[in-house]
């Protein structure tokens, strides 16, 4: 919107002055952080507040962890808070023409609406463990995924046609190849399917979410700034993406956002993200990494997410077939806390590794 702004002051002929700061990407990247931070942190009591009174409270009932009775009534959907502040920063500082910042946007409020549905089922039917169907959640996730997998490939993608069914792999210079569009279609959908759910298993504690979410869209956001400039882009040896900048704009708003949230989520939570949140970062995660053409980066700096998720499938499907856990619990977080370790111990533990992978994965911009 402000971008829109100072074009028509240009097209008016009016010097726009200071204005001019509004035309760069750096700045814009730290005002949308700023604004989304803020509007969670100014916003917050007032969504907490009407989430009550609406009766959108949490039901208990999904995990069998001993204080689970006593976050029963807790106002459950706050992931609404981080779809405002974040869709209002995007709107302001963001360049709305641009098709990778209206891509992730899309995918962020899309797959935020779809965990507004599920919260509100399980409000319905005063029980975590009664929300959309299993099979109705992922139809409703594929509605978006089969078409943004198809649509990345083809002719109509802001990608590249050098890049835009290419492999690539952290810390490798070169690509691994290219599988040809339709292959490369059906692992964008997996890639995708995985990480949102990735991030929705990851939901269980007060505040685990923000610290992975935060470190991962930031690492996102420095590395569609480089790919969309061409001076860093030549010097790191990536291949330009023209455009590719903007999409730092919404990581930084996401990051902002989901930090404010964890003001009112941190440890006692006055409010859940929800499903809302937590399939809504999910869907901005998976398309920040599949339009920076970094989805093979996700398994180290979404580490968090990657293990829950896989301590959660090996359990399910490995652990009940031969008759026996694997894990104390799962999803991981969950082990923690039954070998006795307090909540919030377990959730800064997980923020150590998260920003300790970021660091990693950090090193892929340059150790290549």
């Known amino acids: 919107m402000v971008d829109l702004t100072i074009h028509l002051l240009r097209l008016l002929g009016i010097d726009h002055g200071?204005?001019?700061?509004?035309?760069y990407i750096t700045f814009r990247v730290i005002m949308a952080a700023l604004t989304s931070l803020l509007l969670s942190l100014m916003l917050g009591h007032r969504v907490i507040v009407w989430l009550y009174r609406k009766r959108f409270r949490d039901a208990g009932g999904e995990y069998r962890s001993l204080d689970a009775h006593s976050k029963r009534g807790t106002p459950t959907g706050g992931g609404v808070l981080v779809l405002m502040a974040v869709v209002v920063a995007v709107a302001l500082w963001g360049r709305l023409d641009?098709?990778?910042?209206?891509?992730?946007?899309?995918?962020?409020?899309?797959?935020?609406?779809?965990?507004?549905f599920d919260d509100a089922q399980k409000v319905r039917f005063k029980s975590s463990l009664f929300g959309l169907g299993q099979m109705v959640k992922t139809l409703l996730q594929l509605a978006f995924i089969v078409p943004f997998g198809l649509w990345l490939v083809s002719s109509l993608s802001p990608l590249p046609a050098s890049v835009r069914t290419q492999v690539f792999l952290p810390f490798v210079k070169g690509s691994l190849?290219?599988?040809?569009?339709?292959?490369?279609?059906?692992?964008?959908?997996?890639?995708?399917?995985?990480?949102?759910?990735?991030?929705n298993i990851t939901d269980g504690l007060d505040g685990l979410v923000a610290g992975p979410a935060v470190t991962t869209a930031l690492l996102y956001g420095v590395f569609a700034y480089v790919l969309g400039n061409a001076v860093?882009?030549?010097?790191?040896?990536?291949?330009?993406?023209?455009?590719?900048?903007?999409?730092?704009?919404?990581?930084?708003?996401?990051?902002?956002?989901?930090?404010?949230?964890?003001?009112?989520?941190?440890?006692?939570a006055e409010v859940f993200m929800g499903d809302t949140g937590s399939l809504a970062i999910g869907g901005g995660l998976a398309s920040l990494a599949l339009l920076t053409r970094q989805e093979m980066l996700f398994p180290i700096v979404g580490g968090i997410f990657v293990a829950n998720i896989a301590s959660s499938l090996l359990q399910e499907k490995v652990g009940m077939r031969i008759g026996r856990r694997i894990f104390l619990r799962a999803p991981?977080?969950?082990?923690?806390?039954?070998?006795?370790?307090?909540?919030?111990?377990?959730?800064?533990?997980?923020?150590?590794?998260?920003?300790?992978?970021?660091?990693?994965?950090?090193l892929s911009l340059k150790l290549r």
């Open 18 to 23: 200071y204005f001019r700061l509004f035309e």
């Open 98 to 116: 641009n098709a990778y910042l209206l891509a992730v946007g899309a995918a962020f409020v899309y797959f935020g609406m779809v965990g507004w």
């Open 177 to 199: 190849g290219d599988p040809g569009p339709l292959v490369f279609a059906v692992f964008a959908m997996f890639v995708f399917f995985s990480v949102v759910n990735a991030v």
């Open 232 to 268: 860093l882009s030549r010097y790191l040896i990536f291949t330009m993406l023209p455009g590719a900048g903007e999409m730092a704009v919404f990581a930084a708003a996401l990051a902002g956002g989901v930090f404010g949230f964890l003001w009112f989520n941190a440890y006692p």
């Open 332 to 362: 991981l977080h969950h082990a923690q806390t039954e070998r006795g370790i307090a909540e919030p111990k377990v959730v800064i533990r997980f923020w150590i590794i998260a920003f300790f992978l970021m660091l990693v994965a950090g």
